[in-house]
Antibody, heavy 126, light 107 residues
Framework: QVQLQESGPGLVKPSQTLSLTCTVS??????????WSWIRQPAGKGLEWIGR???????NYNPSLKSRVTISVDTSKNQFSLKLSSVTAADTAVYYC??????????????????WGKGTTVTVSS | DIQMTQSPSSLSASVGDRVTITCRAS??????LNWYQQKPGKAPKLLIY???SLQSGVPSRFSGSGSGTDFTLTISSLQPEDFATYYC?????????FGQGTKLEIK
């Protein structure tokens, strides 16, 4: 069973770049059935989808963050990463990485996030 | 972007109760709807995918239904471990979006 673990600084200064890594264990990040996603959750609030990457390198980002987000993959390290630039206090949140799996039902593909990391708290403060 | 709206936002119920949570999409999403359970301090856990398919290992008291814009998550007989926050999520089009959550509390 694939397991995910987020890592990175817990404190980032305003205007700087938040950088997080998600390490995949128990399976290869290059497996063709997976996308790799980032989601965040401010304290006491709901979930916000940040974006995802396929192992080919193709990406999808939330338009609300697109100008500041970069998601990349390093297959040699079995990791994928998130960079969020020009952070403000509004970017303070628990950040989760997750795997996006796919199933075929009838003639259609359905996607769902079935494996999640435990999450890492990032605080933006000077 | 597709907006997801859950109701109610919070719900009090007792062990053994049957509970239904509703999720409505701002446009048709066919059956591209997933349900997650989140307990305090923990990551979300997938319960239901494709509107009605039960994720492996999830108890059969959880069920999902609906298509188009209206969906429901039903817990047939609440157990103590079911008190948590539940989120719906659409995977029909990017950006993926979540409902605001339904907090299920003990009465």
């Amino acid at each position: 069973q694939v397991q995910l673990q987020e890592s990175g600084p817990g404190l980032v200064k305003p205007s700087q770049t938040l950088s997080l890594t998600c390490t995949v264990s128990g399976g290869s990040i290059s497996s063709g059935s997976y996308y790799w996603s980032w989601i965040r959750q401010p304290a006491g609030k709901g979930l916000e989808w940040i974006g995802r990457i396929y192992t080919s390198g193709s990406t999808n980002y939330n338009p609300s963050l697109k100008s500041r987000v970069t998601i990349s993959v390093d297959t040699s390290k079995n990791q994928f990463s998130l960079k969020l630039s020009s952070v403000t206090a509004a970017d303070t949140a628990v950040y989760y990485c997750a795997s996006l799996s796919r199933v075929v039902i009838g003639d259609y593909y359905y996607y769902y996030m079935d494996v999640w990391g435990k999450g890492t708290t990032v605080t933006v403060s000077s | 972007d597709i907006q997801m709206t859950q109701s109610p936002s919070s719900l009090s119920a007792s062990v053994g109760d049957r509970v239904t949570i509703t999720c409505r999409a701002s446009q048709s999403i066919s059956s591209y709807l997933n349900w997650y359970q989140q307990k305090p301090g923990k990551a979300p856990k997938l319960l239901i995918y494709a509107a009605s398919s039960l994720q492996s290992g999830v108890p059969s008291r959880f069920s999902g239904s609906g298509s188009g814009t209206d969906f429901t998550l039903t817990i047939s007989s609440l157990q103590p471990e079911d008190f948590a926050t539940y989120y719906c999520q659409q995977s029909y089009s990017t950006p993926d979006s979540f409902g605001q959550g339904t907090k299920l509390e003990i009465k």
